[in-house]
Nanobody
């Protein structure tokens, strides 16, 4: 079992920035991808960004150029830097971690609320 603890959500005005963090309770050597997903009210959960053990990244088209995913292997932590935030970015953001020998769809954090509003 892998525990994921997210932090960094909150309320921000349009055009503002936030940085989300997610710490995983496992060895970095077991992880092969970490990522962020989000779910807005009444909508399905969707991919935001992922990063592989080799540092390869993937982004949803809606966040390209505004969001940056990164990781710190020494802290087993993944970050999501969100700039130029828009009201449509409002959602609960979930951290995901896929590990060797773990569930197919990985482990999930409890979610952190991001609200973009003036």
């Amino acid at each position: 079992q892998v525990q994921l603890v997210e932090s960094g959500g909150g309320l921000v005005q349009p055009g503002g920035s936030l940085r989300l963090s997610c710490v995983a309770s496992t060895s970095i050597y077991r992880i092969y991808t970490m990522g962020w997903y989000r779910q807005a009210p009444g909508k399905q959960r969707e991919l935001v960004a992922t990063i592989t053990r080799d540092g390869n990244t993937n982004y949803a088209d809606s966040v390209k150029g505004r969001f940056t995913i990164s990781k710190d292997n020494s802290k087993v932590t993944v970050y999501l830097q969100m700039n130029s935030l828009k009201p449509e970015d409002t959602a609960v953001y979930y951290c995901n971690c896929r590990v060797v020998g773990g569930p197919e769809y990985g482990y999930w954090g409890q979610g952190t609320q991001v609200t973009v509003s003036s």
